[in-house]
């Protein structure tokens, strides 16, 4: 009788083993989507925060060429459109962000920096520890009690 109510634990147990596991796998599958889902928000953000600028800077420097160029033509002083030169440098890399292929470039470096120079990614010290954590969190925790404040941390 022992044999079979054994059995049937062991079952039980590796029923439950297995939902453990399966939901912890769903878990981990649905934290990755989601951070994938809020580095690409962030992407987003930044072309379109780059575009914007593109627009602005776009604006100021016609403006200015213009001026430039009227300023040259009554002048006939070529210091008067030698700002034009780094000027037009800054609107071709703010293109090249907003409308080019800069992104991918920057994402091809930054593989080619995971996959050769890896030790460039190290962080300080190394990734924090579960110990490290805690220290800190009980360092935190004596400081807000020395100050007077009774929260449970």
Same mark, same amino acid.
Not at 66 to 93: D, R
Not at 108 to 122: M, S
């Given at each position: 009788?022992?044999?079979?109510?054994?059995?049937?634990?062991?079952?039980?147990?590796?029923?439950?083993q297995?939902?453990?596991?399966?939901?912890? /796998?769903?878990?981990?599958?649905?934290?990755?989507?989601?951070?994938?889902?809020?580095?690409?928000?962030?992407?987003?953000?930044?072309?379109?925060?780059?575009?914007?600028?593109?627009?602005?800077?776009?604006?100021?420097?016609?403006?200015?060429?213009?001026?430039?160029?009227a300023?040259?033509?009554?002048?006939?002083?070529?210091?008067?459109?030698?700002?034009?030169?780094?000027?037009?440098?800054?609107?071709?890399?703010q293109?090249?962000?907003?409308?080019?292929?800069?992104?991918?470039?920057?994402?091809?470096?930054?593989?080619?920096?995971?996959?050769?120079?890896?030790?460039?990614?190290?962080?300080?010290?190394?990734?924090?520890?579960?110990?490290?954590?805690?220290?800190?969190?009980?360092? /935190?925790?004596?400081?807000?009690?020395?100050?007077?404040?009774?929260?449970?941390?």
């Amino acid at each position: 009788m022992g044999s079979i109510v054994g059995k049937a634990m062991d079952e039980n147990m590796k029923k439950q083993q297995d939902f453990i596991l399966k939901t912890g /796998q769903i878990t981990l599958e649905r934290q990755i989507q989601m951070q994938n889902q809020m580095r690409e928000r962030q992407v987003a953000i930044a072309v379109a925060r780059a575009r914007d600028i593109f627009v602005w800077f776009g604006s100021f420097y016609a403006t200015s060429a213009f001026l430039m160029l009227a300023g040259f033509a009554k002048k006939k002083n070529p210091g008067v459109i030698a700002p034009l030169i780094p000027l037009t440098f800054i609107l071709g890399y703010q293109f090249d962000l907003a409308y080019g292929t800069k992104i991918k470039r920057l994402q091809a470096e930054a593989d080619r920096i995971i996959d050769l120079e890896p030790e460039l990614l190290d962080m300080p010290h190394g990734l924090p520890s579960f110990s490290d954590i805690e220290r800190e969190r009980m360092k /935190q925790k004596d400081a807000l009690r020395l100050h007077g404040h009774d929260i449970f941390l």
